[in-house]
């Protein structure tokens, strides 16, 4: 007991170095892949509905992928999930509106997503100890955040002295590295799986029917805060340039590593119900700051205010991931990964395919802006996460 205690402690630790690794790489994707369609002459409204139709397999082949790689071995899917990533920022600077290079950006995008997390967060529910886990998903986020600290000043200092699409050859590069601690983690996953086992646990156990809500709307946020709010910023606050979107985002996500480990040792003391509370509130305080950069933008209140949204986001994150890793521990790990995946890939699908007919019909940008107030009622559903708290007791 003592032996495998060691093992998950140690397992965890490789698995913060290839979150740490693997999120430095992502943030380049996820701020600079939007922006490079733009300039390259797509609409927003395509940028939106081509996220939206990356998140789609997700809703309906998530089940299938998961028993594929339940069979094939999950280190297989995690290491592949990275090489579709490398793979789309090789090909990054082929896309143009006038050939089909963004339909295999979009089947790699979606693939990376279908395999790679699915089997990440399976992997970590795994890894990770009931009595710990508060602090373990805290630290995991800390690490993430720690590494998207970085990366986007030195994405900006690249496009700025080389050129933008050596920024995506660097990204590839970087994500090769996060592959390696992925070999050296010990821990197996358990393989049993039944998919009516599952649609019985999906339809009938609380826990399952309570949390459908929050996924679909943490679906909704993500696209919100990892696409819209780059993109329009890059546009409308900072006039297109990229460096200043890099500094803010540098700036700004350094202050949230610290706080999402406190959160997450209150959460493992059985102060959740508090803390998903608290920062909810912090979050929508955050959201209306965000709103109001668009009427007022001086740089010492655009910081501010994304340095306070870095603040909330870091609190509810931490509280809800905590959650989550610990209703996965309560139920079953596979089951409850399927649960979320499928619904997270859902809320993102639908948001996506709202901004794009937004951006449509809309087409001055100023519009979409009114759409961050959508985080509101999102963020609220995340209560829902505490209905079933009890459970954990």
Request: positive net charge.
């Amino acid at each position: 007991m003592a032996l495998r205690k060691r093992t998950l402690l140690a397992d965890a630790t490789l698995f913060y170095f290839h979150a740490g690794l693997f999120a430095f790489s992502e943030i380049i994707f996820l701020i600079s892949l939007p922006i490079l369609f733009w300039q390259q002459g797509f609409s927003l409204s395509f940028i939106f509905a081509f996220y939206a139709l990356a998140a789609l397999p997700g809703y309906f082949f998530t089940i299938s992928v998961i028993k594929y790689f339940l069979r094939t071995g999950i280190k297989k899917i995690l290491v592949f999930g990275v090489f579709l990533y490398i793979l789309l920022g090789s090909m990054a600077s082929f896309i143009q509106p006038n050939n089909l290079w963004w339909v295999v950006a979009l089947i790699l995008l979606a693939l990376q997503a279908l395999c790679y997390w699915p089997a990440r967060h399976l992997y970590f529910s795994e890894i990770a100890s009931l009595e710990k886990v508060g602090q373990q998903a805290g630290t995991l986020n800390a690490v993430m955040i720690l590494a998207r600290t970085i990366a986007p000043i030195i994405a900006g200092l690249i496009a700025l002295l080389v050129e933008f699409n050596a920024v995506f050859i660097f990204g590839a590069v970087a994500m090769l590295f996060s592959s390696i601690p992925i070999f050296l983690i010990k821990t197996k996953v358990k393989t049993i799986f039944s998919a009516r086992e599952f649609w019985d646990m999906k339809q009938k156990h609380p826990i399952f029917k309570s949390t459908r809500p929050a996924y679909v709307a943490d679906g909704v946020n993500s696209l919100i805060s990892y696409l819209l709010w780059p993109l329009l910023f890059f546009l409308l606050i900072s006039k297109n340039d990229y460096l200043e979107l890099g500094y803010l985002m540098t700036g700004t996500y350094g202050i949230s590593a610290i706080i999402m480990v406190v959160v997450g040792r209150f959460f493992d003391r059985s102060h959740r119900k508090s803390l998903l509370k608290m920062s909810v509130f912090f979050n929508i305080l955050a959201i209306i700051g965000r709103f109001s950069l668009l009427f007022i933008h001086p740089w010492i209140f655009v910081y501010g205010v994304q340095s306070f949204y870095s603040f909330s986001e870091s609190a509810l994150q931490s509280t809800f991931e905590a959650y989550w890793y610990s209703y996965s521990k309560a139920t079953n790990a596979i089951f409850f990964t399927i649960h979320r995946e499928i619904n997270y890939a859902l809320g993102r699908f639908l948001i996506g395919m709202v901004l794009a007919l937004v951006a449509w019909f809309l087409p001055d940008n100023k519009h979409l802006w009114l759409l961050f107030l959508l985080s509101i009622p999102t963020v609220l559903v995340y209560l829902k996460k505490g209905k079933t708290d009890s459970y954990l007791d």
